[in-house]
């Protein structure tokens, strides 16, 4: 192992123990030294660095100063030992991503979208049920897609109404009050989950594919732009094919509807919460919880 790629790893260890979790800056750092190793070079210059991060020709330009960028965070770090690293500047590549312009969900358009997912292909099966249950708690609880699909059994209270997300971002856990209205949909396909795989070997997560294991995180999206196209679902506007339409949507819905029926109850405000914003510039957003 090179003396670069050992550092790589000593960088990666470090930031993830802080609860960073690098997936993408993970890979493309091993990339980047491996492209090092090839040039034999033991050291990183803004020259390296730049070619490096332009190497992909067929992507956006934001996606080469994203590449950039997780070089320059590592070189900052190598700096501090050693002094022959060069850092590259921030605006070597002043390239930055556009973000797709957000779409809010109308209530109708969410009953249409819960509908449509119970006609989805596997009728007689538990897959239309899974994705029924897992659009309307995305739309309601404002979990991210992915803790919704790594919610496991025990996560589940209930009882007590409650979800606990384990390991979400920066590694933290939460809880997470559930309505009663939302209880009774989970635990209706709980039943159904139960009842499908009776007999049958079946991974610990909430929502399973048709194997039995949890279900991919890529899969909903994919399912959410095929449902207009699904003869069975004509009633939703075709409006519904763009791109904005999106799992991350659901999320920002309950919140954006909350603060109105605050107003109109002229609650008390008495904290802030961090929610998303849909809005293409800035990412959150500080929403009060009130006390009606």
């Known amino acids: 192992m090179t003396a670069l790629r050992a550092a790589v790893q000593e960088y990666l260890?470090?930031?993830?123990?802080?609860?960073?979790?690098?997936?993408?800056?993970?890979?493309?750092?091993?990339?980047?030294v491996t492209f090092m190793e090839q040039h034999r070079a033991t050291y990183i210059t803004r020259q390296l660095a730049l070619t490096w991060a332009q190497q992909p020709s067929t992507v956006q330009p934001a996606q080469w100063a994203r590449r950039l960028s997780f070089v320059r965070g590592f070189a900052r770090h190598r700096s501090a030992t050693d002094p022959r690293?060069?850092?590259?500047?921030?605006?070597?590549?002043?390239?930055?991503?556009?973000?797709?312009?957000?779409?809010?969900?109308?209530?109708?358009?969410?009953?249409?979208?819960?509908r449509a997912a119970l006609t989805l292909p596997g009728r007689g099966g538990l897959r239309p049920w899974t994705y029924h249950c897992l659009f309307g708690l995305l739309s309601v609880a404002g979990l991210r897609l992915g803790e919704a699909c790594h919610l496991e059994l025990r996560d589940l209270d209930l009882r007590d109404a409650v979800l606990t997300i384990r390991g979400a971002k920066f590694g933290k856990s939460?809880?997470?009050?559930?309505?009663?209205?939302?209880?009774?949909?989970?635990?209706?396909?709980?039943?159904?989950?139960?009842?499908?795989?009776?007999?049958?070997?079946?991974?610990?997560?909430?929502?399973?594919s048709s194997r039995g294991n949890r279900l991919d995180v890529g899969d909903p999206p994919h399912v959410l732009r095929a449902i207009p196209a699904d003869r069975s679902a004509r009633s939703i506007p075709k409006s519904w094919a763009a791109p904005a339409r999106s799992t991350s949507s659901l999320r920002c819905d309950d919140a954006v509807a909350v603060v109105p029926r605050w107003r109109r109850r002229r609650a008390t405000p008495t904290h802030l919460v961090r929610l998303p914003r849909p809005c293409p510039r800035q990412r959150h957003v500080l929403v009060p919880q009130c006390v009606a």
């Open 85 to 114: 690293t060069e850092v590259p500047p921030d605006g070597l590549l002043p390239y930055r991503p556009k973000r797709a312009r957000p779409y809010l969900y109308s209530d109708d358009e969410i009953k249409s979208l819960l």
């Open 174 to 208: 939460r809880l997470v009050p559930l309505h009663a209205s939302t209880c009774h949909v989970l635990a209706d396909y709980l039943a159904r989950r139960e009842q499908h795989w009776a007999g049958r070997p079946v991974s610990s997560y909430v929502f399973v």
């Open 13 to 32: 260890t470090l930031r993830r123990s802080l609860g960073f979790k690098l997936r993408e800056a993970g890979t493309g750092l091993l990339e980047f």
